[in-house]
């Protein structure tokens, strides 16, 4: 444990949780949301047979997660800066885990679909603090932690589809919701006994803006819009991936489900390894410079990928190009976001709810784009990912022309 003391009055404050204990148990919250969107996902046929409808209809579920968690965000994310943190992770943990119960026992695909809505939304005020928390505990170095925090996660998404096959092998699609309530209730458990952080008992330093008026902060801070639309791009550019990757080895290159699965993998092997990387170097060179240097070389791997789907090239190329890009990608995500962060003090709750909504909401655009310039190759997803990617080195530069930075970010 370590201890933290108040800058003011130089007395002790409660104890800071051991980072071995803190950084998991944080990551292990966030990851809520990535496991109730992944982990359902191979019962959607065996749902749409138990609520006798089509599985178009099931999927709905999907969004309505998303439009959920994205309210959810920004519904919490000012009433945790005023109130405090804490208060919200035990909200949303044990909303989580009753609700997640409940889907357990439904019979109508209504109502299935309704408590989606209810369980993405009240899960939201979990993971909506923990970007604040990371702040807290790193300061300065908050990419540091980011860093970390997204090396973790990054597991969810990638063993949630084969841990809900896994438990469809043991009983039914009604098995996976329970197991997502018990895992929200033992990280409640944790969270009660063990997430003890000074700002939970420190209520003088929190916010005295109302709903609106946090928000009004978030938007009018010198500095922070074209950080923001960076991580909105870089956002997009990994939607885009997500979107398309099926489509371009499965269809485009005409790769077997095993071995998409695999490249697909490697892909988050990657985002992992940068996260390594960019966790051990960030403190050194500072979020500003880490960011522009992986735009830099991620607008070089764009551009060969874009090349060698021009030119027709067998997919190895495609999947050299799309390793290093991914790894960039990650590197420039955790920084963008941590640049943002780093300028509220009180607001940083709503500043998170603002990059989380706009996050998921513009990556949603990556679908209909895919759609809009379908050619049956490869190259509009290349092209637009290459897109975001200049779009985030033009932010980049009018951030840089707007003002002098003053603190070395």
Same mark, same amino acid.
């Given at each position: 444990?370590?201890?933290?003391?108040?800058?003011?009055?130089?007395?002790?404050?409660?104890?800071?949780?051991?980072?071995?204990?803190?950084?998991?148990? +944080?990551?292990?919250?966030?990851?809520?949301?990535?496991?109730?969107?992944?982990?359902?996902?191979?019962?959607?046929?065996?749902?749409?047979?138990?609520?006798?409808?089509?599985? %178009?209809?099931?999927?709905?579920?999907?969004?309505?997660? +998303?439009?959920?968690?994205?309210?959810?965000?920004?519904?919490?994310?000012?009433?945790?800066?005023?109130?405090?943190?804490?208060?919200?992770?035990? +909200?949303?943990?044990?909303?989580?885990? +009753? @609700? $997640?119960?409940?889907?357990?026992?439904?019979?109508?695909?209504?109502?299935?679909?309704? #408590?989606?809505?209810?369980?993405?939304?009240?899960?939201?005020?979990?993971?909506?603090? @923990?970007?604040?928390?990371?702040?807290?505990?790193?300061?300065?170095?908050?990419?540091?932690?980011?860093?970390?925090?997204?090396?973790?996660?990054?597991?969810?998404?990638?063993?949630?589809? $084969?841990?809900?096959?896994?438990? #469809?092998?043991?009983?039914?699609?009604?098995?996976?919701?329970?197991?997502?309530?018990?895992?929200?209730?033992?990280?409640?458990?944790?969270?009660?006994?063990?997430?003890?952080?000074?700002?939970?008992?420190?209520?003088?330093?929190?916010?005295?803006?109302?709903?609106?008026?946090?928000?009004?902060?978030?938007?009018?801070?010198?500095?922070?819009?074209?950080?923001?639309?960076?991580?909105?791009? %870089?956002?997009?550019?990994?939607?885009?991936?997500?979107?398309?990757?099926?489509?371009?080895?499965?269809?485009?290159?005409?790769?077997?489900?095993?071995?998409?699965?695999?490249?697909?993998?490697?892909?988050?092997?990657?985002?992992?390894?940068?996260?390594?990387?960019?966790?051990?170097?960030?403190?050194?060179?500072?979020?500003?410079?880490?960011?522009?240097?992986? %735009?830099?070389?991620?607008?070089?791997?764009?551009?060969?990928?874009?090349?060698?789907?021009?030119?027709?090239?067998?997919?190895?190329?495609?999947?050299?190009?799309?390793?290093?890009?991914?790894?960039?990608?990650?590197?420039?995500?955790?920084?963008?976001?941590?640049?943002?962060?780093?300028?509220?003090?009180?607001?940083?709750?709503?500043?998170?709810?603002?990059?989380? %909504?706009?996050?998921?909401?513009?990556?949603?655009?990556?679908?209909?784009?895919?759609?809009?310039?379908?050619?049956?190759?490869? @190259?509009?997803?290349?092209?637009?990912? #290459?897109?975001?990617?200049?779009?985030?080195?033009?932010?980049?530069?009018?951030?840089?022309?707007?003002?002098?930075?003053?603190?070395?970010?």
């Amino acid at each position: 444990m370590n201890q933290a003391s108040d800058p003011q009055t130089s007395k002790p404050a409660i104890l800071i949780p051991n980072l071995a204990l803190l950084i998991p148990m +944080l990551s292990a919250i966030v990851a809520i949301t990535p496991l109730a969107i992944d982990m359902y996902l191979p019962a959607m046929t065996t749902l749409a047979d138990s609520f006798n409808t089509s599985v %178009t209809t099931v999927q709905q579920s999907l969004s309505i997660y +998303l439009a959920g968690y994205g309210l959810g965000m920004l519904t919490f994310g000012p009433i945790a800066d005023r109130i405090g943190r804490r208060p919200l992770v035990i +909200l949303g943990l044990s909303g989580f885990m +009753l @609700v $997640s119960l409940a889907i357990g026992f439904v019979t109508k695909v209504e109502l299935f679909l309704g #408590l989606r809505f209810v369980q993405a939304f009240i899960g939201a005020a979990a993971t909506v603090v @923990v970007p604040s928390y990371i702040k807290e505990v790193y300061g300065q170095n908050t990419a540091k932690g980011m860093s970390y925090v997204s090396l973790i996660m990054m597991l969810a998404p990638l063993i949630a589809p $084969s841990l809900g096959s896994l438990i #469809l092998e043991l009983g039914e699609w009604h098995l996976i919701f329970f197991i997502l309530a018990s895992y929200a209730f033992i990280l409640l458990i944790l969270v009660i006994y063990r997430l003890k952080m000074p700002s939970d008992s420190q209520s003088e330093q929190r916010s005295k803006k109302s709903f609106f008026g946090a928000y009004a902060v978030v938007f009018t801070k010198p500095g922070v819009k074209l950080h923001i639309a960076s991580g909105m791009m %870089t956002s997009f550019a990994f939607f885009c991936y997500l979107t398309a990757s099926p489509f371009v080895y499965m269809e485009v290159f005409g790769l077997d489900k095993s071995l998409f699965a695999i490249l697909f993998s490697t892909n988050v092997g990657a985002l992992m390894l940068a996260n390594i990387i960019n966790s051990r170097i960030v403190t050194r060179f500072g979020s500003r410079r880490m960011l522009k240097v992986a %735009t830099f070389l991620a607008a070089i791997a764009g551009m060969g990928l874009l090349l060698v789907n021009l030119m027709g090239l067998d997919y190895h190329f495609t999947v050299a190009a799309l390793i290093p890009l991914m790894g960039f990608l990650g590197i420039m995500s955790v920084n963008a976001d941590a640049i943002v962060l780093m300028k509220f003090q009180q607001e940083t709750g709503t500043a998170t709810a603002v990059i989380g %909504t706009l996050r998921f909401g513009f990556g949603a655009l990556a679908g209909p784009l895919l759609a809009l310039f379908y050619t049956g190759t490869a @190259v509009p997803f290349s092209a637009l990912m #290459l897109g975001a990617i200049c779009l985030v080195g033009l932010f980049q530069f009018l951030a840089h022309r707007a003002k002098p930075i003053l603190i070395d970010e």
